[in-house]
């Protein structure tokens, strides 16, 4: 746990900072690689409007700019200078970048694909009930939430080795952090897979769906076709063969 420091001194520390966000896009940073491939592997199949959390200068937000040409980006971060060479860089009509926190208000739209890249470990454990709100509202039906986060493990070894890159705010992400976020944005944890970006396991990807219409289509026929139909009928014949075995074992055995 982290004791919650002004805001501030967060916005100072990030101000700092912008050198190495800047040297990460120019030089290849391995943990934004790994992030970029579960983005493109698990985004909507055709995202229009997408929001990224902590966009930093904007290397992810620019990446989703070309390989989503049609989208609408934005990309929202609470360190003026981020934003500031972002803009510079990487903004055009459809990829605007913000210097905001996410806040129930933020936005009077709706995305379908929200990101935070190595972010939502650095949110204050009594700012989550507030950004989970955010985005409750602001997911929409079909919509997917996207997280990459360090493992606790990570960070532990972290604050005792290299004490010096921990951050304001670092903190933990367990199953049940990530559970109690799922509960609270109404989604459901569609994939959770540990990453070897640097050493075994130190960061995790998460992807969380949003599906209002779960009950209705889970209750509703679905149309069947001839392999589905035929996979069907020569399972029900193993199981059944199968049956008849067991059955046969299990009378040896009990008499």
């Known amino acids: 746990m982290t004791e919650n420091p002004n805001r501030e001194n967060v916005v100072s520390y990030y101000d700092e900072h912008v050198k190495n966000k800047l040297n ?3 030089v290849v940073n391995p943990r934004i690689e790994f992030g970029w491939k579960t983005i493109k592997r698990y985004a909507p199949k055709k995202p229009m409007r997408i929001l990224e959390v902590g966009c930093g200068m904007g290397n992810i937000s620019s990446r989703m700019r070309k390989y989503w040409p049609e989208a609408t980006i934005t990309g929202i971060d609470i360190s003026t200078m981020s934003i500031q060479l972002a803009q510079k860089l990487f903004g055009d009509g459809k990829l605007n970048f913000k210097e ?3 806040t129930p208000n933020t936005f009077d739209e709706q995305f379908d694909l929200i990101i935070f890249m190595d972010v939502y470990e650095h949110i204050a454990v009594t700012d989550r009930p ?3 709100a955010a ?12 997280l990459t986060v360090p493992t606790p493990h990570n960070l532990k070894w972290s604050l005792i080795n290299k004490p010096e890159t921990m951050q304001p705010v670092d903190e933990h992400i367990s199953y ?3 559970g109690k976020l799922a509960a609270d944005t109404g989604t459901e944890v ?3 897979e540990l990453k070897n970006v640097w050493n075994v396991g130190d960061y995790a990807h998460i992807v969380f769906e949003k599906n209002d ?3 209705a ?3 509703k026929p679905k149309p069947v076709t001839t392999a589905q139909r035929t996979e069907r009928i020569f399972n029900k014949a193993i199981y059944k063969l199968g049956s008849y075995f067991r059955k046969l074992y299990v009378r040896k055995k009990l008499g």
């Open 176 to 178: 049940e952090v990530i």
């Open 135 to 146: 985005l409750a509202k602001f997911i929409k039906n079909k919509g997917r939430l996207i």
């Open 24 to 26: 990460d896009y120019i």
């Open 100 to 102: 905001s926190i996410l």
């Open 130 to 132: 507030e950004v989970h």
């Open 217 to 219: 289509a889970f209750f």
């Open 190 to 192: 569609i994939f959770y």
């Open 213 to 215: 219409d779960f009950e």
